[in-house]
């Protein structure tokens, strides 16, 4: 029977069926217990194939220097990374925790994986020469700095359930919120910036949520997000919000100046999740990109008309 099972490693998917299938039907020939042996194998065979974190799973599984480099070393976004082997009892048992992780985040932060047999020069090289991997399950967390390319490296050492999990990672997510105020200044030159398109958050709370940390590292260096809490009165009171939280969109005419406001409607369907919120932005962003085109086309077509009445004005 092993030979018969390395034989069908690679094969058409038929194959592996019609083996599963006699492998199934042992308990009429040879008892339960064999039955449940072979069960065991056919795990052992599924998951020998693709690993723990592959097809239909929300964790990404990396496997050399270049992807590890682009995808986690030059990120916006905060990635949480778990080195594992494939035969180790403690790693099986944290792989539904770290599912539950991956699929709570999806979007917000991103959840990788790294075998250390399969992939050894990553598990070697992994930029944090400080820290080998001396043990598995390991988790560790690669927080954006301003030094592009070079994160801060934290070790998780905290209990191995996903709910702990989340509670570090969430507090660690960089922020690139611009917290708007009064008495700084800092609001004024947010309405006064018109280099890139612009969204405000008014909120009654504290602290930025998640998914808005998230949105700010996707659309880093793209679109501003300003946040106004309702403790910041005199810069709230400016927006008169209808309910709370709100997130406008700030329109700005042809000279950069604000001229309207639309607001995004957190009571439909999915109204807070990550994708929902993110197509708004991007809808701002769109919005605003033609706005600065249109604008420069008139810029261009006026320059032009002066041009040619100069040259009509001058002598033959």
Known sequence: RFRRLRATRGRPLSSFLSFAGRMLRCKQVTGSSFCLWSVV???????????????GSNVISLKDQKQFKEQVLNSNFLWVVEFYREGCGYCQLL???????AENLKHMVHIGAVDVERHRDLAANHADPSNPIQGVPTIKLY??????????????????KASAIISFITARMPNYVQLLKEKDGSHERFLNDTSKPKVVYLTDKSSTPTVFKALSAEYKDKVIIGEVRKSEWGVFAMYGPDALPT??????????????????????????????????????????????????????????????????????
């Not at 194998?41 to 097809?55: A, I, Q």
């Not at 792989?95 to 992780?101: D, L, Q, S």
């Not at 001229?259 to 009571?267: E, G, K």
């Not at 261009?300 to 008309?305: A, D, I, T």
């Open 247 to 316: 997130l406008l969109q700030m329109v700005q005419n042809e000279e950069g100046k604000i001229a309207a406001m639309f607001a995004y409607d957190f009571t439909k369907t999915n109204g807070k999740s990550f994708t929902k919120i993110s197509n708004f932005i991007w809808d701002a962003e769109r919005d605003w990109k033609k706005l600065r085109k249109k604008a420069a086309e008139k810029k261009k077509e006026g320059g032009g008309g002066g041009g040619d009445k100069k040259k009509e004005s001058q002598p033959p």
């Open 143 to 160: 927080i954006p700095t301003k030094k592009k390319g070079k994160p801060e490296v934290v070790i998780y050492q905290g209990e191995r």
């Open 41 to 55: 194998v056919l795990s052992w065979f599924v998951l020998g194939t693709d690993g723990f974190y592959e097809r």
């Open 95 to 101: 792989t539904p925790e770290w599912e539950k992780v």
